[in-house]
């Protein structure tokens, strides 16, 4: 019995020893599947931190703000009329730049203005996002330049402030009495440009209320002022009638280059309204503004010209400018304007047909549009006021 006894026990050691073997060579086969060491387990309760990604870089023109941990715009340290002016220059051959596609040039020029907080280089910056010059078209940011840009008192970051609004927000009656109040304010801080598009904002609502806005732009030298103030003056429309004060308006505008002014008052020497008739004159200054592309001026000068109505003839100019005429879409919408010219065109001869849309399209496209015709002696620019 003793020696059983003994037996079993040897036994049952020996199958202990075994298996602490075995346990103890799977134990890292176990640790590496559960990819955590036995120490891990001690924290394995607490939530572990997420590593903090790195801030964003401020955007075109912004500064990063410390205190508020964001990026914003500055704003101008210096407002004085030296500073006024050299930010004006600067920022009319960003614009030159701009026109001429110089994208790359205009926006190197641009940012150290913004980086200044120059209120109009800020307006600027937010003309751009408007249009998606250099980014992608953007209104609301756009927008919060505009806001941030009138918080300087610029009368001029106002004025253009409420052109956006009025571009892009007609139908949103408290934006547009906001645009109202920001060109009031600017015209009131002496921005003559804000009193004529104030005047353009009111004249389709209330004329009666424009006209006071617009008698003080066009006294203030703006011409397309000028020009429906001349109208006004000839047609009786709000003001009462007086052709020779209305002539002397128009005339003020066409000396200040409004093409359609300059078109107005041709028809006022042609037909003696407002001053003596005087159809060399006249067709000059209907010429000028067909050079500069008024709409409804090559078929003043075509047809006169074509056809000898006010006493001076001559063919080629004459469908020279009917040709060029035909390219507007405004002469296009009269379609007994269309049939006669094509009447003209299949009647007149092969080789003025040939010459003429060599002319035309050397007008049209290039500017260069001859001499006005019929005017033997040089013309004089003389203004009557």
């Not at 559960?34 to 924290?43: C, D, E, G, Q, V």
């Amino acid at each position: 019995m003793t020696v059983l006894k003994t037996c079993c026990y040897i036994g049952g050691f020996i199958s202990f020893l075994v298996a602490l073997v075995i346990a103890y060579q799977e134990l890292p086969k176990t640790l590496a599947l559960a990819k955590i060491s036995p120490l891990a387990n001690t924290f394995a309760l607490v939530p572990q931190r997420k590593p903090e990604a790195p801030p964003e870089p401020c955007g075109y023109g912004q500064i990063e703000d410390m205190e508020a941990q964001s990026c914003t715009y500055a704003k101008a340290a210096v407002h004085t009329d030296e500073v006024s002016y050299a930010v004006l220059k600067k920022t009319s051959e960003i614009v030159d730049d701009l026109r001429a596609k110089r994208l790359k040039e205009a926006k190197e020029k641009l940012e150290p203005l913004v980086l200044q907080g120059h209120p109009l280089a800020l307006s600027l910056l937010g003309n751009i996002y408007e249009h998606g010059q250099f980014f992608g078209k953007n209104l609301e940011k756009a927008k919060e330049l505009f806001e941030f840009a009138i918080e300087q008192d610029s009368a001029e970051a106002k004025t253009i402030y409420a052109q956006f609004l009025l571009r892009h927000f007609r139908g949103d009656n408290t934006l547009m009495k906001k645009a109202e109040a920001l060109l009031i304010k600017a015209s009131d801080e002496g921005d003559p440009d804000a009193l004529e598009h104030l005047a353009r904002m009111l004249w389709s609502e209330d004329p009666k209320r424009a006209l006071p806005f617009t008698i003080k732009a066009a006294e203030a030298g703006l011409s397309e002022s000028q020009r429906v103030l001349g109208l006004s003056y000839l047609e009786g429309d709000l003001v009462p009638q007086d052709k020779h004060l209305g002539f002397k308006w128009l005339e003020k505008a066409a000396l200040n280059e409004d093409p359609s002014a300059m078109l107005s008052l041709a028809k006022c020497y042609l037909n003696g309204i407002g001053t003596d008739k005087d159809i060399t004159t006249g067709l000059t200054w209907a010429w000028i503004s067909a050079t500069l592309k008024e709409p409804n001026a090559p078929m003043l000068v075509g047809y006169s010209l074509y056809h000898g109505i006010h006493g001076i003839k001559d063919e080629i100019n004459g469908l020279m400018w009917l040709k060029v005429a035909n390219e507007h879409i405004t002469d296009k919408q009269d379609s007994r304007l269309i049939q006669h010219y094509n009447e003209l065109i299949e009647q007149a001869p092969e080789w003025l047909n040939k010459a003429t849309a060599k002319m035309a399209l050397k007008c049209f496209k290039e500017g260069q549009c001859g001499e006005p015709g019929g005017v033997q002696e040089p013309f004089e620019f003389k203004e009557t006021i």
